[in-house]
Structure formats: C-alpha cells, structure tokens
C-alpha cells in the first residue's frame, strides 16, 4: 500500500477542516424561520385566548383588527426579516396573497399528507430567501372562521361584518389551510 506522504495528510485535513466549516456556517433559513413563527403562534393564541375569555369573541375581534398586523410587523423587525401572514381568502385585505404567493399557497395546501400535515416551502431568488410556513385551521378558529350561524354566533357575525365588510375568511372547516406565514430573509 502506498504511504501517506505528511504533506499529503495535511491537505487533506485542511480540506476536510474547511469542508466541515462551510457545512456549518450555511444558514437554515427553515429552522430560524420556524422558530419565529413559533413565538408568533404562541403569542397570537395567547392573547387571542385571553381577549375570548375577558369579553368573548365580540370584543376580540376590534381587539384584532387593531394588534394583529402591527404585531406580526413588529416580531419580523426585532428578527431582522419580513413577517406576515397571508392569505388567499384574507379577512384583513392587506394579507391578501400576490399571484405568486396564491401559487405558493395551493401547492402547499394541495400537498397535505395523510395526517393532514402541510409541508412548508422555501423559496430563494437574488435577493431574499423567503420560507413559507402553513396556517392550518383548529377547532378554535372556527368560532371566526367557520361557517356563519353554525359554527360563528349571530353576535359575531355582526361584528365581523361591520369591522371587515369584505371578509373572505369564513367557512373554513377544522384542518383546513386558513393562511401562511410569510418569512423573508434579506440575502
Ligand atoms: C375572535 C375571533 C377570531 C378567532 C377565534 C380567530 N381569528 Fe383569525 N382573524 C380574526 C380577525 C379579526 C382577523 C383580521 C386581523 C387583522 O385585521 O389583521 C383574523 C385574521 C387571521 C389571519 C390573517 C389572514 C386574514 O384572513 O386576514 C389568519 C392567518 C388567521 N386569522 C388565522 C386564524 C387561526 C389559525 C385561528 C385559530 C387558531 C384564528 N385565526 C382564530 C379573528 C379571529
């Protein structure tokens, strides 16, 4: 067998060294992604949830309409990204999806599997990397998302109606994609 000559073990460890080092350093714009729409889910539903139980549905959803986009925009600005959450049937229309996004949104909703997981979907041009995180609808969504007299009360129809007159986020039923978060990363 031929012997390793010292000037060639070297180079291969630098190689291996330097291999290893690019491994590391390459950003998984996935992970951080998730772990910033963790802490927005969180928050959302915590205080979703104790706005519900401090004066019911009727008084969460102005509580909403006035918190919800600047929180996001907030959280996406203290991580150094772009927040938000879109949707193709938005309540709010300045969540409404681009054409592109709509296409992201129905790949996505299109691919759930068995267990009725979404898969989430990063997209990268020249500038941005942009993940794409599901929204999926739970049973305590639907007292605002979910068919109106069935599941959403007459009180809260009311409400909805008069806060968001062109509101297309009714109907939904549980395990359905209610939205995505939208996480740009600037390259
Ligand atoms: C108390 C009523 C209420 C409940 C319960 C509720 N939402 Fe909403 N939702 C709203 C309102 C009001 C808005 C619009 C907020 C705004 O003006 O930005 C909204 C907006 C959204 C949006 C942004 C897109 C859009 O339609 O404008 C998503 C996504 C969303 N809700 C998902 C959910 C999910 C998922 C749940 C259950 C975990 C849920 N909501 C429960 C009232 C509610």
Redesign the pocket.
């Known amino acids: 067998m031929k012997k390793i000559s010292l000037r060639e073990l070297g180079i291969t460890v630098c190689i291996s060294i330097l291999l290893a080092c690019f491994g590391c350093q390459k950003v998984d714009y996935e992970v951080i992604a998730k772990g910033i729409t963790k802490e927005a889910k969180t928050n959302?539903?915590e205080k979703?949830t104790t706005?519900?139980a401090a004066g019911g549905?009727v008084q969460?959803?102005?509580?909403?309409?006035q918190n919800?986009?600047a929180f996001t925009n907030t959280l996406g600005t203290k991580n150094g990204v772009l927040l938000r959450?879109?949707?193709d049937?938005?309540?709010?229309?300045?969540?409404?999806v681009s054409d592109e996004e709509r296409r992201i949104f129905l790949e996505i909703s299109a691919n759930q599997s068995k267990e009725g997981e979404y898969p989430t979907k990063t997209v990268t041009t020249e500038d941005f990397v942009t993940v794409y995180i599901p929204?999926?609808?739970?049973g305590?969504?639907?007292?605002?998302?979910g068919e109106p007299n069935l599941d959403i009360k007459k009180d809260?129809l009311k409400i909805?109606q008069k806060?968001?007159p062109g509101d297309?986020?009714l109907g939904y039923r549980v395990g359905d994609l209610?939205?995505?978060f939208s996480v740009r990363f600037p390259k």
């Open positions: 959302l539903t979703l706005s519900i549905t969460a959803i102005p509580f909403c309409k919800a986009v959450r879109i949707s049937k938005p309540r709010n229309p300045l969540n409404v929204i999926p609808t739970a305590l969504c639907l007292q605002c998302h809260t909805l806060e968001y297309l986020a209610r939205g995505l």
